[in-house]
């Protein structure tokens, strides 16, 4: 079945590491992203990528950084320069950008640093 | 200004019962579209309704409808006969496309909390 897969589900680690979450999706679809969602608040897009070695920052894109060198994958690095990164993380993708496109979701890594 | 505003307080509803659910949106662009997306207690994203700013019609899918009122700039979810499933985070979401045409990010409004009791 296509769709988009995230892991792992849970991660833990010490401040000051730079961790890689995983995106990965079967669907065929040109647009990417990547969101941050804090306990009680929507989400916020962190970074997003149209095409293939291209991306471009979201609202919060300090302290994260992404590639983007194969269709089906875009991990999201937090890096240390991030300061509250302790949040759950959403992967999506679109066919292609466009008003009418709706986003599919992953199914989430919960990040947690101490 | 916030672009979606959903202001209500945790909702209740009973099991078979309509709820209406608010949302609200602010943009000066007359092309955009808005989104209603799920969220149970998984934490999984699920898309359930779409209407372009041009729709001449509300959409429907399903027990889903959108009541769309464009001088309002209100895009409510009406959710028919309620089931215990529906018990979720509801988002509200709006994609704005700019006068170049060039496609924007997706804005999330901070959501509403649906319970279903039996």
């Known amino acids: 079945d296509g769709g988009i897969t995230q892991s792992p589900k849970y991660l833990f680690r010490k401040e000051g590491q730079n961790v890689t979450l995983s995106c990965e999706q079967n669907?065929?679809?040109?647009?990417m992203y990547w969101y941050r969602q804090d306990p009680g608040q929507g989400l916020r897009l962190i970074y997003y990528?149209?095409?293939?070695?291209?991306?471009q920052k979201g609202d919060i894109a300090e302290g994260y950084s992404v590639s983007r060198e194969k269709k089906e994958s875009f991990p999201l690095t937090v890096t240390s320069a991030q300061k509250n990164p302790t949040a759950f993380y959403l992967c999506a993708s679109s066919i292609r950008q466009g008003k009418a496109y709706e986003q599919y979701f992953g199914p989430g890594t919960r990040l947690t640093v101490t | 200004a916030q672009k979606i505003t959903q202001t209500q307080p945790g909702m209740f509803v009973q099991e078979k019962e309509a709820v209406t659910l608010d949302c609200t949106y602010d943009?000066?662009?007359?092309?955009?579209?808005l989104f209603w997306y799920k969220q149970p207690s998984s934490g999984e994203m699920i898309f359930l309704i779409y209407?372009?700013?041009?729709?001449?019609q509300n959409a429907t899918e399903g027990r889903y409808s959108l009541n769309f009122q464009k001088a309002r700039k209100s895009a409510n979810l009406v959710i028919s006969a309620s089931q215990l499933g529906d018990s979720a985070m509801y988002f509200c979401?709006?994609?704005?496309?700019?006068?170049?045409?060039?496609?924007?990010?997706?804005?999330f409004g901070k959501g509403i909390t649906l319970s279903v009791r039996p």
């Open positions: 990528s149209q095409i293939v070695n291209d991306f």
């Open positions: 209407q372009g700013s041009y729709d001449q």
């Open positions: 979401a709006m994609r704005e496309v700019g006068r170049t045409g060039a496609n924007s990010k997706l804005t």
């Open positions: 669907l065929n679809h040109d647009a």
């Open positions: 943009t000066s662009d007359p092309s955009y579209g």
